[in-house]
C-alpha cells in the first residue's frame, strides 16, 4: 500500500520525529515566564550560549553574555514583543570567551504564543550568514574606494604626462603606457585567481611595478628613488604592500610630493631578524597639513591590513616639509 499524506501525518507529529526535524535545522528552544525572568532552554540552547547544561538561568544570565553594544537593545526588543502582532526576529551578538557569535531569537509576539504567562521561541546560530553580509559589506565599500582613487589617480597622471610632453600624439602614447602601468599594479591588489606569478615577488620588483605609472621618467630614473635589500615577499603579503603603495602613491598625488612638478618620493627598507622596516619619504612638494578627524576609509583599511595580516604597525610623521610614513612588519609574515 502506498503512503500517502494523510498516512504520513501522524508520524509528523511525533514527539521523536520532531526533535529530530528540529536538531536536523539548527534550531535551539526557549521559554521565558515574562513575570519571574526565569528561561528554560534546551541543551543544544546551553551550549550554544555556553552556560552549563540544567543550571537555573534567567534572563539575565544569559544578558552577561550579550555584546554589551546589543545588551540594551535586545532587553528592550524583548520587552515590546508582547506588543509585536505576528511572528518577530531579533538578531544580536554573543560573546562566549573570546569567541563571537550571532544569534537569531525568534517567537510570537502580541501574546499569541502566551501560554500561563510564559513565552516560546527559538535561537538560531546565524554567525555564518552575518559574517557573509559584513564581508560583502566591505567589499563593497572596499571596491567604491578604490573606484573613487583609481578616477584620481587616472587625472593625476593625465596632469603629470601632460607636464613631460609636448604634442598630443606623445601625449596620448605616455599616457597609455602609464595607464597600462597602473592596470599591472592593480592586478598585483586583486590578483587572478589561478594566477601564480604573484606567489612570490621580490621586493624591488614589486616596488618597480607599482610605483611606475607616477615617475615622470620611469621608475627609480626620475624622482622616484628607491633603495631596498634583495628579499622575497610572499602572495598574501605582496596584496597587503600593494593596496598600501596604493594608497600612499594616490594620497601623494592629490596632494603630496608627487602632485608638483619638484616633488621627490624616497622609500628605502632595512631588515633586521625581528622586524622588516620600510620608510615611505616625501620632499619637494606642498607644505604638509596634517590630517583633522578620524582617517578616511582608504587610511582605515591600511591600518587594519598592516597590524591584522602583516602583525606590523603603520606611522605618519606629518613634517611641514614633507610626510613621512614608517611600515615595520613581522619577516615571516612578510614572506607567508
Not at 511572528?87 to 504564543?113: C, H, T, V
Not at 603629470?160 to 591588489?189: F, K, P
Not at 598592516?306 to 614572506?335: C, K, M, Q
Request: glycine share 10%; proline share 4%.
Amino acid at each position: 500500500m502506498t503512503e500517502t499524506a494523510e498516512t504520513l501525518k501522524p508520524l509528523l507529529w511525533e514527539p521523536k520525529n520532531l526533535v529530530r526535524a528540529i536538531e536536523a535545522a539548527g534550531v535551539t528552544l526557549w521559554s521565558w515566564n515574562v513575570d519571574t525572568d526565569a528561561l528554560a532552554m534546551d541543551d543544544h540552547a546551553y551550549d550554544l550560549w555556553g552556560i552549563p547544561r540544567g543550571i537555573d538561568v534567567q534572563f539575565e544570565d544569559l544578558s552577561a553574555h550579550i555584546h554589551p553594544a546589543d545588551r540594551d537593545r535586545v532587553r528592550a526588543a524583548f520587552n515590546a514583543t508582547r506588543a509585536i502582532l505576528g511572528p518577530y526576529e531579533i538578531d544580536f551578538r554573543i560573546m562566549i570567551g573570546d569567541e563571537l557569535k550571532w544569534i537569531s531569537a525568534r517567537g510570537q509576539g502580541n501574546d499569541a504564543g502566551m501560554v500561563k504567562g510564559i513565552m516560546f521561541g527559538i535561537f538560531i546560530d546565524v554567525t555564518g550568514r552575518k559574517q557573509a553580509e559584513e564581508g560583502r559589506e566591505l567589499l563593497a565599500g572596499e571596491m567604491s574606494h578604490r573606484v573613487k582613487n583609481l578616477l584620481a589617480i587616472a587625472s593625476g597622471l593625465t596632469a603629470i604626462t601632460s607636464r613631460s610632453t609636448t604634442t598630443t600624439n606623445d601625449m596620448a602614447h605616455e599616457l597609455t603606457l602609464r595607464l597600462t602601468a597602473l592596470g599591472r599594479a592593480h592586478d598585483l591588489v586583486r590578483p587572478v585567481p589561478g594566477q601564480t606569478e604573484a606567489a612570490s615577488a621580490l621586493l624591488g620588483d614589486l616596488l618597480t611595478v607599482l610605483l611606475a605609472p607616477y615617475d615622470d621618467l620611469g621608475a627609480f630614473s626620475g624622482r622616484i628613488r628607491v633603495s631596498v635589500p634583495r628579499m622575497r615577499v610572499g602572495e598574501s603579503a605582496t596584496t597587503i604592500l600593494a593596496m598600501v603603495v596604493h594608497e600612499l602613491a594616490t594620497n601623494s598625488l592629490k596632494h603630496g610630493a608627487l602632485s608638483v612638478d619638484t616633488g621627490i618620493l624616497d622609500v628605502s627598507c632595512s631588515a633586521h631578524d625581528e622586524a622588516v622596516t620600510v620608510v615611505w619619504t616625501e620632499s619637494g612638494g606642498p607644505k604638509v597639513k596634517p590630517p583633522t578627524g578620524p582617517g578616511g576609509y582608504g587610511s582605515k583599511l591600511v591600518e587594519r591590513s598592516v597590524t591584522g595580516h602583516l602583525r606590523g604597525s603603520i606611522d605618519y610623521d606629518w613634517a611641514e616639509d614633507g610626510v613621512v610614513v614608517t611600515l615595520i612588519v613581522n619577516p615571516e609574515r612578510l614572506a607567508a
